[in-house]
């Protein structure tokens, strides 16, 4: 078996989590059993509707704090008929608004109130019960009921004191007791007095054995568990990002990132690191030599992979850029907002259309309405991306760091140029200058106006003087690798 560590996944979901959903494909397809494990909670959601929105079937998914109960991951189905019927006969009334049901018990000061699943008329996801003004409890559910929260008053606000975790039959298989930032969690047999303790449990519970194969995405607030718990089982790392702090760097000392540093410094104990690019992993290895004196495994496995290269049935949109990513800070939409709208000068017919969600959202549509270009700029939302590159002409990208790009794959997988700058690792990765895209050159203090600048060239210079069928053909050429029956062949090496 194969277990996959992570933290968390969302709607608007990372690269890291999009990178295990490509890995849960491929490790089906050549028969690999896996498991893909996720510690953070997820009070907000049902986080099978988050994993299976990306692709990972349910019986791949183990959840932290349901991995020590009987309850399987399934979608929410418990009903509103369900949840009546455990009012005992009470008398009550009810309303329904805007994906909430309220309801009331004259004459008690209690209400309650049931949050639907998004589209659905009666599946109820949580349940809120308020007695006398004050929050008491809250109920979540899938197909029983999974946990419960319990709150008291504190400084005028609900405070979070205990959380109790529920078997399918009703039976309380533990307890979480939260007091101010000290947890712990009460089973029948033992007490254990913290989250990174309880991860560890977890691990031992596996009972992995030399046959076994762990993975950490994320080690922040795991890794210590996992290394000291997984033995015999083989480990193994996966680097999503760049993993080291150039100005915080010299030729004595190096500046790892943050979330690999403890990760590199148990090198012994890890069997390999998977980079996504040749060029981080050549340069990983050169730096573990360099100021570690270590000669660590470290293999190049592309953290996703294409069934097949996309050609368009139909001709592509004329002067289109397509965008996708999380709508966040640092892929710098705004930059590209920017640019198109000037570039409408020189390519009057240009657009852009962007695909994704995230916290710039609302930013974001106050720019383009400011730069009055609602008619050449659109925000897309998320959708599901197959099918949809082919109709563009090429892909445009602001990042100032990757360290693969999976979009960037599946735009060279349609055949798009690409824009973007020249930053590690995945920009240099999937763009050949001049070839199949343009590499902006970068500097330090390099100012937004300048990459503006340098983004809007660039975007006319494709439109107007390239030979936009040589670019197409020449980023097909480069998708080549990255088809998933050579992805395939790396796994499978990695794993016999």
Known sequence: MVYNFNLGIGWASSGVEYAQAYRAEVLRSIGQEAKFIFTNMFP??????????????DSEIIWLYTFFTDCRISPVTYTL?????TFG???????KESGKVRYV???TGIYYVAYLVNGSKDCVHRVEMVSNGCLIRKDYYTYCRIYSEYYGPLDKKAHLYQRRFFNEDGTVAYEEI??????????????????????GYMVTRLNLTRRDTVIIDRTTGTGQAILKNAYPARIGVVIHADHFNVTGTDEDHILWNNYYEYAFSQHRHIKFYIASTDVQNGLLKEQFKKYKGAKPKIVTIPVGSLKELKRPEKGRKRHSLITASRLASEKHVDWLIEAVAAARESVPDVSLDIYGKGVEEAKLREQIRKLNCGDCVRLCGQQKMDGI??????????????GFGLTLMEASGSGLPIIGFDVRYGNPNFIDDGKNGYLIPVYDKMEKKE?????????????????LEAFHAHSYEKAGAYLTKEVEKKWKELLK
């Open 44 to 57: 907000g959601d049902n986080i099978e509707h988050m994993t299976a929105n990306i692709g990972f079937l």
């Open 389 to 402: 590159y082919i109709n563009y002409e090429a892909y445009l990208s602001g990042s100032t760091s990757e």
């Open 178 to 199: 939260t007091d101010n930032d000290v947890v712990t969690y009460r089973f029948p047999d033992r007490l254990i007095c913290s989250k990174e303790e309880l991860i």
């Open 451 to 467: 990459r503006v600048a340098s983004l809007t060239e660039c975007i006319v210079r494709l439109f107007t003087q390239a030979d």
């Open 81 to 85: 008929e369900q949840l009546e019927e």
């Open 89 to 95: 006969g009470r008398d009550f009334t009810s309303t």
């Open 105 to 107: 018990f004259p004459g």
